[in-house]
Structures are given as structure tokens and as C-alpha cells.
């Protein structure tokens, strides 16, 4: 009787894991370009042969795959929070907001990663088809919005969602975590900026 081979699961090198090494070439392609970074950059940043890289991702494609569905997992999560509540599209809108706001702050290096994704592989293709997937969805909050009476008449709910998250990305080019101001603060205000121009009033 054959036995069937058991392959054991490829182990890292000692002082090495996942999450360390996505952190560093997350950095390095954030610093350099991802088109730009090697494997033998990679390699040299981390201190460890390009082997030592590959028992723990099939290659930089695998990379980039992790890191920009670090950010967009986050993204979708909130979508799914805002989903989930009861009441009025422009309350769930402001709460999708203050999440994106906050996943931003906790994955500020993805996040930034994800921006500057152009498409040029297949890796990037699908990060910006799931991004457009969740423009999709805080359009279609605007627009419910809209409908109930709380955003003003005069806005293009896919213009709105876009310069809405325009405002919440553009934090990427100067937030800074160290010494700035605390998630909550700012995505409080966001928000302020962003809602009081966006609600329509309503009669008392």
C-alpha cells in the first residue's frame, strides 16, 4: 500500500514573520515606487537573502496583494458597520466616514500604498476594481441620502462621494501619526468640514 506524502508548512527563518516582512516592503515600496523595488532591495532592507523572503510569499506581486488588502479589507469593513445600522443614509454615511477615517490612521502605510496603485499589473487591477466597488457604495449612500431629504438637491451624488473621500485620502500626504492629532479628533473633523457643506436644512 502507498502512503500518500505529507508536505510539513514552509517555516520562515528564525527572527522573521509575515507581518514583519510585509511592514518593511510596505515601507520600501512607499519610499521607492513599487515598479521601482527589487526583491534584492527588499532583501537588503530586511538583512536576509532573497530565499529567506520566499519562504514566506511566492514573490513582490504577493506583496503588494497583502498590503493593499490590508487597506481595502479595512475599508470594506466599515462599509459593512455602516450597513448594518438602523436610521438615515446620512448618519451611516458620516459613521462610514469617521471609520474610513480611523482605518486610515491605523493603516496609514497601506492606505498610502493603495493610493498610488496605477493599474499596471494584475494585482493592481483588482485592488482598483474593489476600490471602484466601494466608491459604488458611498455613492449610492449620497444618493439614499438625497432621496430622504438630507443631502442638498444641488449635489452629484457620485461627485459628493468622490470629493468626500478625496478629502478623507488627502490626509495620506501629510498625517502623521507621532505627535499629531488622535484619531477621533480628527476624524471629528473631517466630518465637521465635510458634512456641514454637504446637509441639506431641514425645517424644525
Not at 512607499?30 to 510569499?57: C, F, Q, V
Request: proline letters at 4%.
Amino acid at each position: 500500500m502507498t502512503t500518500a506524502r505529507v508536505t510539513p508548512p514552509r517555516r520562515g527563518r528564525p527572527g522573521y514573520d509575515l507581518e514583519s516582512l510585509l511592514a518593511v516592503a510596505v515601507k520600501v515600496f512607499n519610499e521607492r515606487g513599487y515598479e521601482a523595488t527589487s526583491m534584492e532591495d527588499l532583501s537588503r532592507r530586511l538583512g536576509i537573502t532573497k530565499s529567506a523572503i520566499y519562504h514566506h510569499i511566492s514573490g513582490k506581486d504577493e506583496l503588494l496583494r497583502l498590503a493593499v488588502d490590508r487597506a481595502l479589507d479595512g475599508l470594506f469593513e466599515a462599509a459593512d458597520e455602516a450597513s448594518a445600522m438602523d436610521g438615515r443614509a446620512i448618519d451611516k454615511l458620516e459613521h462610514l466616514m469617521r471609520r474610513s477615517v480611523r482605518v486610515l490612521v491605523a493603516r496609514l502605510p497601506f492606505v498610502t500604498l493603495l493610493l498610488r496603485v496605477r493599474g499596471n499589473t494584475k494585482v493592481e487591477r483588482q485592488a482598483l476594481a474593489r476600490r471602484r466597488a466601494f466608491d459604488h457604495l458611498v455613492s449610492e449612500l449620497v444618493q439614499r441620502a438625497q432621496d430622504e431629504g438630507d443631502v442638498r438637491p444641488d449635489v452629484d451624488p457620485a461627485v459628493a462621494s468622490r470629493l468626500l473621500f478625496g478629502l478623507v485620502n488627502s490626509l495620506t500626504e501629510w498625517y502623521r501619526p507621532r505627535g499629531g492629532m488622535s484619531a477621533d479628533a480628527l476624524a471629528d473633523t473631517v466630518c465637521k468640514i465635510a458634512f456641514d457643506g454637504l446637509r441639506q436644512d431641514r425645517p424644525a
